[in-house]
């Protein structure tokens, strides 16, 4: 199976300021990630596919890089809105697997 | 506009089974394919199972293999999970979800979930 390890765990930041959250895989998965936002009791909503394919609604301040095993999720400008749980996950191989969550902490 | 409305999670003894549904509209349902994902209080996405229209084929999770069975039936637009010989760990909240056209694909619609409970 592939392993999806992501950094930090959690992360604290103000709004306005730059963040990103890492994503590594335990092989190549080529550019077959996404990224997903939870919030807490809400299902998860999709933000990047394709490991930089910005999904449909998504605020330009969201932006996703990388390939092989290596990829970032960068949210340039905090929102308010933005305080959450993100989560990265491949589907290049069966089974797919996720990252085990950034949670997003408002300083 | 897409809607996945699951139902049928609840409280169910170790050892014991359980069917849970998911109810889509607003697509073309044979035309996609669907899956399943679970999260256990304050932990992580799982990926659990999928069903492929396109080729009639499932997949499943090392976790669920051989105790879980996805379904569907297309003449009422549901996803089934059955789900037997049911443990304390597969106690989770469980999201119907649609995988985008092509594959590889992302996820991009999921439901809001049915928490299933496995406990005496």
């Known amino acids: 199976d592939i392993q999806m390890t992501q950094s930090p765990f959690t992360l604290s930041a103000f709004v306005g300021d730059r963040v990103t959250i890492t994503c590594r895989a335990s092989?190549?998965?080529?550019?077959?990630l996404a990224w997903y936002q939870q919030k807490p009791g809400k299902a998860p909503k999709v933000l990047i596919y394709?490991?930089?394919s910005l999904a449909s609604g998504v605020p330009s301040r969201f932006s996703g890089s990388g390939s092989g095993t290596e990829f970032t999720l960068t949210i340039s400008y905090l929102q308010p809105d933005d305080f959450a749980t993100y989560s990265c996950q491949q589907y290049y191989d069966f089974p797919y697997t996720f990252g085990q969550g950034t949670k997003l902490e408002i300083k | 506009e897409v809607q996945l409305l699951e139902s049928g999670g609840g409280l169910v003894q170790p050892g014991g089974s359980l069917r849970i549904s998911c109810e889509a509209s607003?697509?073309?349902?044979?035309?996609?394919?669907m899956s399943w994902v679970r999260q256990a209080p304050g932990k992580g996405l799982e990926w659990v199972s999928l069903?492929?229209?396109?080729?009639?084929?499932?997949y499943y999770a090392d976790s669920v293999k051989g105790r879980f069975t996805i379904s569907r039936d297309i003449s009422r637009n549901t996803l089934y999970l059955q789900m037997n010989s049911l443990r304390a760990e597969d106690t989770a909240v469980y999201f119907c979800?649609?995988?985008?056209?092509?594959?590889?694909?992302?996820?991009?619609?999921w439901g809001q979930g049915t928490l299933v409970t496995v406990s005496s």
């Open positions: 979800v649609r995988r985008a056209e092509g594959a590889p694909a992302h996820f991009d619609y």
């Open positions: 394709k490991a930089s």
């Open positions: 069903f492929s229209f396109s080729d009639i084929r499932t």
């Open positions: 092989q190549t998965i080529s550019g077959w």
């Open positions: 607003g697509f073309t349902f044979s035309t996609y394919a």
